[in-house]
């Protein structure tokens, strides 16, 4: 196999990671934050390289949605989180309804 397609093989590869990837920082995110109860849709987005936004949003659809929490992210290839702006803090209990003060 020739250079050029090693390297485009490794692009479609990528490509197809990609999504995974995104997913399973999402997952860390809530993980570390914990759930609200009127969680609507977790957005991880694309900037460059390893660095990643994500957006959590709370609503009860999407035309009431709202951002609760925004992140900047550093990530490895396997989804971990390296570095956030802001820092990830808990800031829900299981089943909690509202943001929890003073954790």
């Not at 934050?33 to 460059?48: C, I, M």
């Not at 957006?55 to 989804?79: E, I």
């Amino acid at each position: 196999m020739s250079t050029q397609q090693q390297e485009s093989e490794h692009k479609i590869q990528e490509k197809l990671a990609r999504p995974q990837r995104k997913a399973i920082i999402g997952k860390h995110v809530m993980h570390t934050l914990g759930q609200p109860g009127n969680l609507y849709a977790v957005q991880v987005r694309d900037l460059w390289d390893d660095h990643y936004r994500v957006n959590v949003f709370v609503g009860v659809d999407a035309a009431s949605a709202k951002v609760a929490h925004s992140y900047f992210l550093v990530a490895d290839s396997d989804g971990n989180i390296l570095a956030s702006t802001p820092k990830i803090t808990r800031q829900y209990q299981e089943g909690q309804l509202g943001r929890s003060e003073g954790i």
